[in-house]
């Protein structure tokens, strides 16, 4: 099975733009998950989507959203760029939402704001 | 609020050398604990879980785990290092909401320095 893939891979955009990124999870899961991971802050969540459904969100502005289509793919938007927002973006996947379900990550979307 | 600790930010050991990352949990309800490793400009790479049952979990890799719940800790060990294993290391707890898994919480991570 194709693991899970994140396009673009890297990205630079000034501040103020908008950006899009997109995970494409593991054939068969339904569940997709966004983190960001930058130096100072580690790996933080920013939210899951199943079934088309936002089931959880983490800790940052309106300016971050997501969503997800029939297929499972899963995109997230980042409006009016701040330079903090430059990190890697990881999606993961996983089949459903049950507890001991593992979430497989994709290799990142490393966005540089300048 | 829940949190996971890792100590050490940076560790050194010579190849061939015993290998153990410390990881703390602050978490209420029964924790699900795993280990990821990052290689620079990769995404994360599941070494190993704990649901459940066996306190002691083998992963991949060679890497072991130890559950201890009276010190809420989850230590992540190899017996011998290689150099391929320098990479950053991080632990995380899975939340439970209701019965369905929630996000994961991160530790900051164990950046490893292999010496030959």
């Known amino acids: 099975k194709a693991g899970v893939t994140q396009t673009p891979r890297y990205l630079i955009k000034t501040r103020g733009q908008q950006v899009t990124l997109s995970c494409s999870p593991i054939?068969?899961?339904?569940?997709v998950s966004w983190y960001q991971q930058t130096p100072g802050q580690g790996l933080q969540f920013l939210f899951e989507?199943?079934?088309?459904?936002?089931?959880n969100k983490g800790n940052f502005p309106g300016r971050f959203s997501g969503r997800q289509f029939s297929n499972s793919r899963s995109e997230m938007n980042v409006s009016t760029l701040e330079l903090g927002d430059s990190a890697l973006y990881l999606c993961?996947?996983?089949?459903?939402?049950?507890?001991?379900?593992?979430?497989?990550f994709g290799p990142g979307t490393r966005l540089l704001v300048l | 609020a829940q949190s996971v600790t890792q100590p050490d930010i940076h560790i050194t050991v010579s190849e061939g050398a015993s290998l153990e990352l410390r990881c703390n949990y602050s978490?209420?309800?029964?924790?699900?604990l795993f280990w990821y490793v990052q290689s620079p400009g990769q995404g994360l790479q599941l070494l190993l879980k704990?649901?459940?049952?066996?306190?002691l979990v083998q992963g991949i890799k060679g890497f072991e785990a130890e559950f201890k719940r009276s010190q809420s800790s989850f230590n992540l060990r190899k017996p011998s290092v290689h150099w391929s294993d320098a990479a950053e290391y991080f632990c995380?707890?899975?939340?439970?909401?209701?019965?369905?898994?929630?996000?994961?919480?991160f530790g900051k991570g164990t950046k490893l320095s292999v010496k030959p």
């Open positions: 978490y209420g309800a029964t924790p699900y």
């Open positions: 993961a996947s996983r089949p459903g939402q049950g507890l001991t379900e593992t979430q497989y």
């Open positions: 054939s068969g899961h339904r569940s």
């Open positions: 989507y199943f079934s088309e459904t936002q089931r």
């Open positions: 704990y649901f459940s049952g066996d306190t």
């Open positions: 995380a707890v899975g939340l439970n909401y209701g019965g369905s898994q929630g996000n994961l919480i």
